[in-house]
């Protein structure tokens, strides 16, 4: 009787070291996630584009975070990832959604950033952005 109390305790540690490790292996691949998909935000227009891709992988992995902290009473954990995760990944994946929306005129502004020498060339590529984004929008609108 006393070997099968053993067995049981045993069991239920090697359970709890089961979902402790994988608690620890889903919150470090949010976190790389989130990392790769903020950074992907910062870099330049065709790979900020992956940005949006990360942080929908992100947005999963914060969901199964979230169901895995209640279901091992954690509801406070739970509730923190979601209250700072999910706004976080939504600016995110917005972030990159309006880059693609505005590809043309973002992409111009970055080749003429790229290219400019001066601050008055930076700002001259500014004002002409915005002069740009204008006429875009107005096309894109039909007027």
């Known amino acids: 009787m006393s070997s099968d109390r ?16 994988r608690h620890r292996r889903l919150v470090r691949a949010l976190l790389l996630t989130m990392l790769a998909s903020w950074l992907l935000l910062l870099t330049p227009l065709p790979f900020s584009l992956a940005a949006g ?26 509730v923190i990832s979601l209250v700072i995760g999910v706004p976080a990944t939504l ?15 973002m992409s111009e ?6 290219t400019a020498l001066t601050e008055q060339a930076r700002v001259a590529c500014d004002a002409e952005a915005q002069d740009s984004m204008a006429t875009w929008i107005s096309d894109l609108l039909g007027g």
């Open 53 to 78: 891709v990360g942080a929908l992988v992100a947005l999963v992995l914060l969901v199964l975070l979230a169901v895995q902290s209640f279901r091992q009473g954690r509801p406070g954990i739970a």
């Open 6 to 21: 053993d067995t049981e305790g045993t069991e239920a540690t090697a359970s709890g070291s089961d979902a402790a490790s």
């Open 109 to 114: 502004i970055e080749e003429c950033r790229a």
């Open 91 to 105: 600016m995110i994946t917005a972030g990159s959604l309006l880059s693609l929306l505005f590809y043309g005129p």
